[in-house]
């Protein structure tokens, strides 16, 4: 199908100063930075955007204060692009394009959905090998610790749907995403392509209140997951959940507080499928969402469990 992942995110937020230092300390590299806009790229050039709340050009978020605006998703190329775009004509969507060039539509949460030729690097990221009884995969070399994260990708995002049944049409039927696990009625995992990471996006269902759950961001190992959030913690960022584990996508977890709007995550080792891989239905459960999870992080500086009670009401379960 045409899409290959996401090729940026934009942020609408009230305090673009505050917005910078929580992405300085993320890992994200600075590409610009002025009054009305900031820039950040991950390794594969994937675009993380914060323009001001107050800018009247500003694509309209889908719930009060900060929050994901656009989410850009980029096409393998030119030609998957145009029959994407045909399909959105034939079913009566006439998109629009911007003033670089990029086609968006709005999706039936009213999130701006902005598609291109994907700008993105292809990487290739190695995870630390693991060792096991009779089966040395890493010899006469250390396991890293890791001081901070560099995210490798924006690797996906989760929605809030007020209509479930038409967010799951849009993007399964129009966008062309493939589902790879579902809670039939309450939430599916997408991805992008037949071939490629479980998830590059997941809704929920929440009827009368669409929103952003978070934003993901792919790094190399659970090392690097772990590191790199007790990086964020040493530097005062608040855990909301994490670090833990999801049974479903396999994908080790550790999710942040932040002044962009919804939490964001570091995540590693989540499963890749193809077309042999056997999409599953679940029934909601907390203990899907998490094989195990710390619900207050880790502190920075004993490197203890912080305690915490998860009451965040985002419907871990
Ligand atoms: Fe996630």
Same mark, same amino acid.
């Given at each position: ?24 300390? !993320? ?41 994901? &605006?656009?989410?850009? !998703? ?73 001081? #901070? ?36 009625? #309450? ?10 990471? #479980? ?8 009827? *009368? ?5 978070? &934003? ?40 942040? #507080? ?24 679940? &029934? ?15 502190? *920075? ?17």
């Amino acid at each position: 199908m045409s899409f290959t992942g996401i090729d940026a995110v934009t942020f609408g937020v009230s305090d673009l100063a505050e917005a910078k230092r929580f992405l300085d300390d !993320w890992g994200t590299s600075l590409v610009s930075a002025t009054e009305e806009r900031l820039a950040y790229t991950t390794k594969d050039g994937g675009e993380v955007v914060v323009r001001p709340l107050s800018d009247p050009t500003l694509p309209k978020g889908i719930e009060p204060g900060n929050t994901v &605006v656009q989410v850009v !998703w980029g096409a393998a190329d030119e030609a998957s692009l145009d029959a994407t775009i045909a399909r959105f004509m034939a079913a009566g969507i006439e998109p629009c394009f911007d003033e670089e060039g990029k086609a968006w539509v709005v999706d039936p949460n009213g999130l701006s959905v902005a598609m291109r030729v994907s700008q993105r690097r292809k990487i290739s990221v190695t995870p630390t090998p693991a060792n096991g009884p009779g089966a040395p995969n890493r010899i006469d070399q250390r396991s890293p610790v890791y001081d #901070h994260a560099e995210p490798a990708k924006i690797g996906h995002v989760v929605l809030f749907a007020n209509d479930f049944a038409a967010m799951r049409a849009f993007y399964t039927e129009l966008m062309g995403f493939t589902i790879s696990d579902e809670y039939p009625g #309450h939430g599916v995992f997408l991805r992008c392509q037949v071939r490629g990471e #479980h998830h590059n996006l997941f809704i929920l269902n929440r009827p *009368g209140k669409p929103g952003v759950n978070h &934003v993901a961001f792919t790094v190399s190992d659970i090392h690097e997951v772990i590191g790199g959030g007790i990086a964020m913690s040493k530097k005062g960022w608040k855990t909301e959940i994490g670090p833990g584990r999801h049974p479903i996508s396999s994908a080790y977890f550790w999710y942040f #507080h932040n002044p962009l709007g919804a939490p964001v995550e570091y995540y590693a080792d989540d499963d890749y499928c193809t077309e042999a891989w056997k999409a599953e239905t679940f &029934v909601r459960k907390p203990e899907l969402f998490a094989e195990w999870a710390i619900a207050g992080g880790i502190d *920075g500086t004993t490197r203890r469990q912080v305690v915490a009670i998860d009451n965040s009401g985002r419907g871990h379960a």
